[in-house]
């Protein structure tokens, strides 16, 4: 019941907001190629879906054409990342297999095995790393210079939901599913904090603009901003009756865009909040009935936009 | 009752080896390895399960999960902790965390979750409900986390064969839910009590793997 209250709380104050959103693009994809994940790259101008099929699929934005599909060999795709300048787009599957693409060419950079499923990626800024989370066991992190790994990234128990380079380089960043936040040195692999306070696990982590903090948000429906030096959770966004499944910050830093997760059923439509880093406060919030958003980011202009699939059905929404 | 068996420590074992071989003036090495080997039960380790989304760090101390008047089946689940070689692990401590009845999670506060140790046979136990069916999962589970000093961690999910989706036969249906790739994880329920109080029992042992 207290459920319900703060749904219905939601769904009451968010006409106040005023943010809506508008279906920009509807993508026909093979009836067993559900997009299972999306990510937008830096510039805004592609999209790139982690399919049922085990293929990664690449659209161009803003006309929605299909330019590449790649393939991750008989694994559905389970994650898929950009390079921070775009260049770069590594995908990810449920068997361990993990291959990079040169963006637009398509041409494939390296292919790894890395044994369990995986779960979450990211790329250095430099293009020279790239941590793999996996389920249930310890993350990697990679030479992609060399094609060997550099160590491993192990938590308390069980493995990692999330990770993220800083824009500087300097670190590495894990939401790990022991519900702390580790904090290692990008180049090495060493730890060098650990963020303890969070009581449930984070399946987003991101860091600020200045590299100087990481948002991190979970089950505990709260973006917590945690310092990094300190790896002590400085401030605490306003709490929301859903889980945060997603994180991606703007351009400028400004925003940072969350994806919510009913937790009451994660085929229940969920809402998206552009949230003003500085102030905490909200900019837009934005709910559609039949949308569960699966993937997000900006695009060139500073306009937000957020994916769903439903079957057959790639959906491009812009928030208004 | 079969656990009984086990609940040595290796030092009682190799006590008891020793016990033995000042009683037999011809035992030879062979004999006591051959004791040895029958005293000591290695065991499987018990298969991993996903740990899931709903994790919650600071479990209180507490064998008792549901309080009195809580709707759904009264649960009652015991077992032993042991390691592969087949010692007792009484320095092992559990937690362990479910929906209620109706398949929900607390967030909020520690509802049906807890920390639980273990006696000095490394036994375990705790009083809850059957949890209902989570929305995003097909069979009724518990999870586990057991930690003891120099053995792996243990992340596991234990299931019911009396779950409604096994149509009375886990052997061939385990598989409906996908997370379950162990028979094993599907632990028998008994029914037992009064007519007027029935209360399921079940019984999941949990068996670590050395560092």
Redesign the interface.
């Known amino acids: 019941m207290r459920w319900m209250a703060l749904w219905c709380a939601l769904v009451s104050i968010e006409p106040a907001l005023g943010a809506s959103l508008k279906l920009e693009k509807t993508i026909t994809v093979p009836p067993d190629a559900a997009v299972r994940f999306a990510a937008v790259s830096p510039k805004g101008d592609w999209v790139a879906g982690a399919c049922q099929d085990g293929r990664v699929r690449l659209w161009s934005l803003p006309s929605g054409e299909l330019r590449q599909a790649f393939d991750l060999e008989d694994q559905r795709a389970s994650s898929v990342r950009f390079s921070a300048d775009g260049a770069l787009l590594v995908g990810g599957g449920d068997r361990g297999g993990v291959r990079l693409w040169n963006i637009p060419s398509g041409r494939s950079k390296l292919e790894l095995k890395v044994g369990e499923p995986v779960v979450a990626l990211a790329i250095s800024p430099d293009k020279t790393l790239l941590a793999v989370a996996r389920k249930d066991v310890a993350s990697l992190l990679w030479d992609l210079t060399t094609g060997r790994v550099i160590t491993d990234l192990p938590a308390r128990f069980a493995g990692s939901l999330s990770v993220d380079f800083s824009p500087d380089g300097e670190w590495l960043a894990s939401a790990d599913a022991d519900t702390e936040i580790r904090i290692y040195e990008s180049r090495t692999g060493a730890l060098r904090a650990t963020a303890k306070d969070l009581l449930l696990e984070s399946f987003a982590v991101v860091f600020s603009a200045d590299s100087k903090s990481i948002y991190a948000g979970g089950a505990d429906r709260t973006v917590s901003v945690i310092d990094v030096a300190g790896g002590k959770v400085a401030r605490a966004l306003p709490q929301q009756p859903n889980a945060v499944s997603q994180l991606a910050r703007s351009p400028d830093g400004k925003i940072l865009l969350a994806l919510y997760l009913d937790e009451r059923g994660s085929v229940n439509p969920a809402p998206v909040i552009a949230w003003n880093v500085m102030s905490g406060s909200i900019d837009a919030q934005a709910f559609e009935p039949k949308v569960r958003p699966n993937g997000g980011g900006f695009l060139g202009n500073g306009r937000v936009i957020v994916t769903s699939s439903d079957g057959p059905k790639f959906e491009v929404w812009s928030v208004r | 009752m079969p656990w009984h068996r086990a609940q040595f420590t290796r030092r009682e074992i190799v006590g008891n080896c020793l016990g033995t071989v000042a009683m037999l003036s011809s035992s030879s090495a062979l004999g006591i390895a051959e004791a040895y080997a029958q005293q000591t039960q290695h065991r499987r380790p018990t298969p ?1 399960n ?2 899931g ?6 479990s209180p101390k507490n064998t008792i999960l549901r309080t009195p008047g809580d709707p759904g089946l009264p649960l009652t689940v015991r077992g032993q902790v042991f390691n592969t070689r087949g010692d007792a692990l009484s320095n092992a401590v559990i937690e362990v965390w479910q929906a209620d009845h109706l398949g ?2 607390d ?1 909020d506060q520690y509802r049906y979750r807890a920390q639980l140790a273990v006696d000095s046979a490394a036994a375990y136990q705790f009083d809850s409900v059957i949890p209902g069916h989570d ?2 999962r097909v069979c009724q589970h518990i999870h586990y ?1 057991v ?1 003891a000093p120099g053995h792996k ?1 243990l ?1 596991t999910q234990l299931y019911f064969a009396t779950d409604p989706v096994f149509e009375g036969d886990p052997d061939h249906n385990f598989g409906r839910d996908p997370l379950i790739h162990s028979r094993e994880l599907v632990r028998p329920v008994v029914l037992a009590g009064d007519p007027e109080e029935i209360q399921a029992v079940v019984r999941f042992d949990l068996v670590l793997e050395l560092l």
């Open positions: 991993p996903e740990l989304p709903s994790y919650k760090k600071g929900h999670y967030f929305p995003d986390l930690l961690p992340v």
